[in-house]
């Protein structure tokens, strides 16, 4: 099994930044892909952004390229999701996932262990 716990969230004004993290505890891969997904009210769950852990490769949600970053610290089994320019429509609960395989993708279903999820609000 995998443990995934998420922080950073909080309520931030539109223009402002905030830092997820995402610690990874348990079973561990020796290749594997972490992303971040979002989920607002009354929305599907989407893609954010991913991060091959073996090489470090991303890739991101067109709503979020150039204002949001993904990376990794190997040594704290812990990814991070960098934001700024935070706009209202950015609120939702950020969870982090778990893909066993190595193929950076934008797929929901495919993503095998999931955290719990922490609340990011952003006021107008």
């Known amino acids: 099994q995998v443990q995934l716990v998420e922080s950073g969230g909080g309520l931030v004004q539109a223009g402002g930044s905030l830092r997820l993290s995402c610690a990874a505890s348990g079973r561990t891969f020796s290749s594997h892909v972490m992303g971040w997904f979002r989920q607002a009210p009354e929305k599907e769950r989407e893609f954010v952004a991913a991060?091959?852990?073996?090489?470090?490769?991303?890739l991101y949600a067109d709503s979020v390229k150039g204002r949001f970053t993904i990376s990794r610290d190997n040594a704290k089994n812990t990814v991070y999701l960098q934001m700024n320019s935070l706009k209202p429509e950015d609120t939702a609960v950020y969870y982090c996932?778990?893909?066993?395989?190595?193929?950076?993708?934008?797929?929901?279903?495919?993503?095998?262990?999931w955290g719990q999820g922490t609340q990011v609000t952003v006021s107008s």
């Open positions: 996932a778990v893909d066993q395989t190595i193929v950076l993708h934008t797929i929901r279903s495919r993503y095998d262990y």
């Open positions: 991060i091959r852990w073996t090489d470090g490769i991303t």
